[in-house]
């Protein structure tokens, strides 16, 4: 049996530089540091308009909660409003309301004139 040798001799070492340098392997060596920055610089470039959309979408929702906020600061103002209105006219019906129970003729606590009814009690 025969055996092989693998002998490199300059031709062989030659050619595959050669070949090297003709099948890009220079400019893939020299341009690889340049697409791995690329390659940052877009993914940054991503993670930046992601950020953006986000805070974009933040500020259109807190510009609705405090929409929904001031909407129940009406609501609530013109519920005590209506709360006031009703005690006020409660107030004013207990004022008016009849001392006497069933009978036909109508005797308020107060009269329409204060004073008439002060000179009454004192006749």
Known sequence: MKKLKHSMDWTSIGLAFLT???????????????????AE?????????????????SREEESKQN?????LYD???EARNITNRLTTNNAILK???????ECGQRKPPISAD??????????
């Open 95 to 101: 004022l008016w309301k009849c001392e006497k129970l």
């Open 67 to 71: 929409r929904l906020i001031d909407k």
């Open 41 to 57: 610089l877009e993914n940054e470039a991503k993670v930046s308009e992601q950020w953006k959309e986000l805070f974009i979408q």
């Open 75 to 77: 609501d609530l103002t």
């Open 20 to 38: 090297f340098i003709g099948g890009g392997g220079v400019a893939a060596i020299v341009l690889l540091p340049q697409k791995r920055r690329s």
């Open 114 to 123: 204060p004073f008439k009814k002060l000179e009454e009690e004192h006749q």
